[in-house]
């Protein structure tokens, strides 16, 4: 013969009773848990946390590279791309400084950018190369160095320039090639800003000259005045 029950129980922890003269208790649902014993409800996980099963007694911190900026989740969401979260239970991801990215979700830190490549702005994704002229000789740069006057960088991605060559020269900045010296001039030396003037005296019809033996003297008969 059955009997009733002297006493009525609590409900376990992870399991709750809404309402009175209940035979069963019900089990927390996702999102949410029961940490103690004898509840009438159950809670919503806090905001960086989630509980991804039935009847939980507790509920998990998201990962790193994870947030949830919401209540009651059953799961985190990863960072997007360009951002990252070096924290646990986190409520938000941060954007990756200047000079850094990140190419894909779910990351817990930056990357620098490489050498050739810079990131002037913040939540960058991936890291745009130096224009031609410019150069990157360093990791997690925010701008590109243009080329020096007598240097030059033909491609995109530079990572140094390059001197130019003899008989060539760049007057200014930022060059992505060099001018072959004009008839009348020569640069003997690599890096030239500028190529130097014949002798009075002396031609030469020769374009890119790199030496000064180029400068003929003027036939008998004829003469030059102005030097080049």
């Given at each position: 013969?059955?009997?009733?029950?002297?006493?009525?129980?609590?409900?376990?922890?992870?399991?709750?009773?809404?309402?009175?003269?209940?035979?069963?208790?019900?089990?927390?649902?996702?999102?949410?848990?029961?940490?103690?014993?004898?509840?009438?409800?159950?809670?919503?996980?806090?905001?960086?946390?989630?509980?991804?099963?039935?009847?939980?007694?507790?509920?998990?911190?998201?990962?790193?590279?994870?947030?949830?900026?919401?209540?009651?989740?059953?799961?985190?969401?990863?960072?997007?791309?360009?951002t990252?979260?070096?924290?646990?239970?986190?409520?938000?991801?941060?954007?990756?400084?200047?000079?850094?990215?990140?190419?894909?979700?779910?990351?817990?830190?930056?990357?620098?950018?490489?050498?050739?490549?810079?990131?002037?702005?913040?939540g960058?994704?991936?890291?745009?190369?130096?224009?031609?002229g410019?150069?990157?000789?360093?990791w997690?740069?925010?701008?590109c160095?243009?080329?020096?006057?007598?240097?030059?960088?033909?491609?995109?991605?530079?990572?140094?320039?390059?001197?130019?060559?003899?008989?060539?020269?760049?007057?200014?900045?930022?060059?992505?090639?060099?001018?072959?010296?004009?008839?009348?001039?020569?640069?003997?030396?690599?890096?030239?800003?500028?190529?130097?003037?014949?002798?009075?005296?002396?031609?030469?019809?020769?374009?890119?000259?790199?030496?000064?033996?180029?400068c003929?003297?003027?036939?008998?008969?004829?003469?030059?005045?102005?030097?080049?």
């Amino acid at each position: 013969n059955s009997s009733g029950s002297a006493q009525c129980s609590q409900c376990v922890r992870g399991t709750f009773s809404p309402a009175q003269a209940a035979s069963t208790c019900d089990t927390c649902g996702l999102g949410s848990y029961g940490g103690s014993a004898g509840l009438s409800a159950c809670s919503d996980c806090s905001i960086g946390f989630f509980q991804a099963s039935l009847g939980g007694s507790s509920c998990q911190p998201c990962s790193t590279g994870a947030f949830m900026s919401g209540h009651g989740a059953s799961s985190c969401s990863l960072c997007f791309a360009g951002t990252f979260s070096d924290a646990s239970n986190a409520s938000s991801c941060l954007r990756c400084g200047a000079g850094s990215f990140a190419s894909e979700a779910g990351l817990r830190n930056c990357s620098k950018c490489q050498l050739g490549t810079f990131a002037s702005g913040v939540g960058t994704v991936n890291c745009s190369q130096c224009v031609g002229g410019t150069f990157a000789s360093l990791w997690g740069l925010t701008l590109c160095a243009r080329c020096s006057p007598g240097s030059f960088q033909q491609r995109a991605g530079g990572v140094e320039c390059e001197r130019c060559a003899s008989g060539s020269y760049a007057g200014a900045d930022g060059a992505e090639s060099c001018d072959l010296c004009a008839p009348g001039r020569f640069a003997s030396a690599q890096g030239s800003i500028a190529c130097s003037l014949c002798p009075s005296g002396t031609f030469s019809t020769s374009n890119g000259a790199n030496v000064s033996d180029v400068c003929t003297a003027c036939d008998a008969g004829t003469y030059g005045t102005a030097r080049g």
